[in-house]
């Protein structure tokens, strides 16, 4: 069996960044996140990576930009006011087709909102974010354990498909101490070769240009239907989603993160009540897996959405059941984070009370 | 016969579309020539601004990168990180540089990042059509500035130079000119350095360049290299601003 550790949130992101092979981190504090750039500088400096805290979030992003054109895997993370200003660096990125992954441990706002965890976020991670037409590949990990393996698979995702990817957290599963298992063998960075597009030096080979923009009349257009294709192929093969007790139920739960953790809790209170209720669990929330839900949406009922926000990821819900079931939803905005006991009420509420 | 003059293989051979007088294609020829004189262009990467050389990214003959307006020193910082083999050089107009990117240059000068920093000074926002930049002289029209700046409603011009003089980070600062073939020699040799000390692990090298525009100032290219010496140069007076290589000597 592989190593088993008890780690912070937080910390798990950085060994599991550090495993992916990615040796350059740029970015600047913001809490409910500071335990990222304070434990990867020291990490960083012990492998011999690139450690920078920046003067800004935009300069953050656009150190990441120059170092994934550079072809090496480049991560930020910050939180949710701080990932309002890498957009316009994010719009860039997905322009000009180049892997990064950052990382949003959301908190309440807006504005300057609060520093207690929230998804309030989560129409800016997966309906684009800034401005022009793109789309972010988003994971949504709900433990310590998901915090430790989804930087390797949001860069995998990231290279084959050329396109930023985003893992969404919040404070609660950030500062949260869980066992993690090393899962696999870390990745030598110099094992990884160099992407097509990187630029290194035109030694021997024609030089290569990363670039967002094309002035000549209908390029751009024809660039974006480009990039059409490959959402397309990213939203056919790459829907990622946990499903628990759903076979039976008569009401299902769809809730990501910190509220798929209180949800799970829900349904077990409601299952050891003969309540036949499931939890659909959302991993990839773009692209959204539209597809279980199509299907669950034919003999299902009652769905309920519970976000901890005024009500985001439910619009997602509505589009993939096409009005087929009824769509209830529990919301928490500001910072709020429900309990399980205040999920079981609702649940009750839908079914018609307790047997 | 024997060819004296041409086209360095450090520019791409492509037509360039800088307005007739404009400083931009000076600059371009001076650091296409220097890409092959120091023998870097296969080692290159260069980052084009927003602004009327974002074309920058066709012209020069290397690697280029064009990231969003103002953060050239940000891209650059992550390239040179990521890559300390490559020579990473980012051309900035005064708009990027000097209003959008001024925290990137200011902490990139402050952190003595070691990359070469050709700012293009030119005292307008030429691309968008002739708007007031962070450069803008007292009393110059621009066309939001219509009177004339008026230093009391639109504050003074930024001098990048002076700015960045006041850090402890900077290797190399120095303001040159495009406008008489006597500058261009002298902007040469300062870009020659800018890229040398970058070659030597020196730290940070910015050139500013005093540059026509004569499109956006409303005036013959004749005229504006007149203006360069006769107005420009009063206010962003030439010369070495930083030097550590002769403070070391
Ligand atoms: C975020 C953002 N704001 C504004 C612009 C519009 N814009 C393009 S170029 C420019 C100014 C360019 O002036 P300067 O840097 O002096 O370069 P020049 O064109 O004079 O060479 C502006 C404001 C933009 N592209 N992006
Ligand atoms: S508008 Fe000014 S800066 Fe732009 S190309 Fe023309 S002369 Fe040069």
Request: hydrophobic letters at 40%.
């Amino acid at each position: 069996m592989s190593e088993k550790k008890l780690m912070y949130g937080n910390h798990a992101i950085v060994e599991g960044v550090i495993a992916a092979g990615c040796r350059f981190f740029a970015g600047y504090p913001i809490t409910p996140q500071n335990e990222i750039p304070e434990f990867m500088s020291i990490r960083m400096n012990e492998i011999g990576g690139v450690f920078i805290q920046t003067e800004s979030e935009i300069a953050a992003i656009n150190m990441l930009f120059g170092a994934a054109a550079a072809g090496k895997r480049a991560m930020t993370s910050s939180s949710s006011p701080g990932i309002s200003l890498m957009q316009e660096g994010i719009s860039y990125i997905a322009g000009a087709d180049i892997p990064v992954l950052v990382v949003n441990v959301i908190r309440g706002g807006p504005g300057l909102g609060n520093i207690a965890p929230a998804q309030s976020d989560y129409y800016q991670a997966t309906k684009g974010g800034g401005h022009g037409d793109y789309f972010t590949i988003t994971l949504a990990p709900n433990s310590a354990q998901e915090l430790y393996e989804f930087p390797k698979l949001a860069f995998e995702l990231a290279e084959k498909y050329r396109n930023p990817a985003l893992i969404l957290a919040d404070g609660l599963l950030g500062q949260m101490m869980e066992p993690v298992e090393f899962t696999y063998k870390p990745i030598d960075p110099d094992t990884l070769s160099e992407p097509s597009y990187a630029l290194s030096g035109c030694k021997g080979r024609d030089r290569r240009v990363v670039r967002s923009y094309d002035l000549k009349p209908g390029k751009l257009e024809e660039m974006n239907w480009q990039r059409l294709k490959k959402y397309q192929k990213i939203q056919e093969t790459e829907q990622r989603f946990e499903a628990t007790d759903c076979e039976d139920a008569d009401l299902i739960i769809i809730a990501y993160g910190t509220c798929a953790r209180v949800c799970d809790a829900a349904i077990r209170m409601a299952r050891s009540d003969g309540h036949k209720v499931g939890l659909l669990r959302p991993i990839t929330l773009w692209p959204f897996p539209n597809n279980v839900l199509a299907g669950m949406s034919k003999t299902v009922r009652n769905f309920l959405v519970v976000e901890m926000n005024m009500g985001q990821m439910i619009d997602d819900v509505k589009l993939a059941t096409e009005c087929r079931s009824k769509i209830h939803f529990h919301g928490r905005p500001g910072g709020g984070v429900p309990t399980p006991p205040e999920i079981y009420e609702k649940i009750q509420a839908i079914l018609g009370g307790a047997r | 016969m024997k060819q004296l003059f041409g086209r360095p293989n450090g520019l791409t051979d492509v037509l360039q579309r800088y307005c007739p007088g404009c400083g931009h294609g000076i600059v371009h020829r001076i650091i296409g020539d220097l890409l092959i004189k120091l023998n870097i262009r296969e080692c290159t990467v260069g980052i084009a601004p927003v602004g009327c050389s974002v074309f920058a990214d066709e012209y020069f003959n290397c690697d280029m990168i064009q990231p969003p307006h103002g953060r050239g020193p940000a891209v650059s910082t992550g390239i040179k990180r990521a890559r300390p083999d490559c020579i990473v050089f980012s051309y900035q107009g005064d708009g990027d540089l000097a209003a959008i990117g001024t925290a990137e240059i200011v902490h990139a000068a402050a952190r003595n990042e070691n990359i070469t920093i050709v700012f293009i000074n030119n005292a307008i926002f030429g691309m968008t059509g002739g708007q007031l930049a962070p450069t803008t002289l007292p009393g110059m029209k621009s066309t939001t500035s219509v009177q004339g700046r008026d230093i009391k409603k639109q504050g003074y011009p930024i001098k990048v130079c002076e700015l960045l003089a006041g850090l402890d980070g900077p290797y190399y600062l120095v303001r040159t000119a495009v406008n008489t073939p006597k500058n261009v020699i002298n902007t040469e040799k300062a870009l020659k350095n800018a890229f040398v000390n970058q070659i030597e692990n020196k730290g940070f090298s910015m050139v500013e360049i005093l540059s026509m525009c004569p499109t956006n100032w409303g005036m013959t290219p004749v005229q504006s290299k007149k203006w360069v010496d006769d107005t420009m140069m009063k206010y962003y007076p030439l010369g070495e601003y930083r030097n550590r290589a002769k403070e070391e000597k």
